[in-house]
């Protein structure tokens, strides 16, 4: 069964530390997608990034990295130089191959508050 | 950019009224789905559809089925809505263009249900 842990229900810091979002998954498929959304307080999902099971590369995107880790099952995100427009609420989903990729599995998500 | 409108931002409706949400897309995609968000438990799956007139389980079906019968339109509806099912609905689109099936969701801004 596929599963998406983000243990972190709410972290809070101040304008310009660096923060980590944690994501530890679970799949018995070899062949599988993560992704991180971002929810503002509008409440529309957007997407961050898609990384497939075969790419172990990081991959930044200005003050966004994603550190991917097959060995421990997990795909953080971390925020360099926070700012205020960074508050959001933040998922991480998983996408099997096995499913034909209609079932993405979501975490429960993390609340970023961002102070200024 | 994909365009995802759901026809409501709030509703309020009473325990055993039949309710409807709409969605429509204008991007062409192929897949449409339907998630409920809940605190502390993410995005679940409702109800998806690959093509026009097709619909597939999720994972909490029970409650609900779906119409779809143009392919930018996908309707959730509950039959008889109950307190429980007061939630945030989100619907996503997504396309099969992506080299994979498994391709980001694109949201629309979700339906705040209030059920009394």
């Known amino acids: 069964a596929q599963k998406v842990t983000q243990a972190q229900t709410e972290i809070s810091v101040v304008e310009k530390e660096d923060v980590t979002l944690d994501c530890v998954y679970e799949?018995?498929?070899?062949?599988?997608?993560l992704f991180w959304y971002k929810q503002p307080p509008s409440g529309e999902l957007v997407f961050l990034i898609r990384?497939?099971?075969?790419?172990?590369q990081n991959e930044i995107s200005g003050r966004y990295s994603w550190n991917f880790q097959k060995s421990t099952s997990s795909f953080n995100f971390t925020i360099t130089a926070s700012q205020v427009v960074d508050s959001a609420v933040y998922f991480c989903?998983?996408?099997?191959?096995?499913?034909?990729?209609?079932?993405?599995?979501f975490g429960a998500g993390t609340r970023l508050f961002v102070k200024a | 950019d994909v365009k995802v409108t759901q026809s409501s931002r709030y509703l309020v409706k009473r325990t055993g009224e039949k309710v409807f949400l709409e969605c429509v897309q204008d991007?062409?995609?192929?897949?449409m789905f339907w998630y409920r968000q809940d605190p502390g438990l993410g995005l679940r799956l409702i109800y998806f559809?690959?093509?026009?007139?097709?619909?597939e389980k999720g994972d909490i079906p029970e409650g609900y089925s779906v119409s779809r019968e143009k392919k930018e339109r996908f309707s959730l509806i509950l039959e008889s809505a109950s307190t429980n099912q007061t939630s945030m609905y989100l619907c996503?689109?997504?396309?099969?263009?992506?080299?994979?099936?498994?391709?980001?969701?694109?949201f629309g801004n979700g339906t705040r249900l209030t059920v009394t």
């Open positions: 996503a689109s997504s396309t099969v263009s992506w080299g994979s099936y498994n391709s980001p969701l694109h």
């Open positions: 799949t018995r498929d070899t062949t599988y997608y």
């Open positions: 990384r497939n099971s075969f790419d172990e």
């Open positions: 989903a998983l996408s099997e191959s096995g499913t034909g990729g209609f079932k993405t599995i």
């Open positions: 991007m062409d995609h192929e897949n």
């Open positions: 559809s690959y093509d026009v007139k097709m619909k």
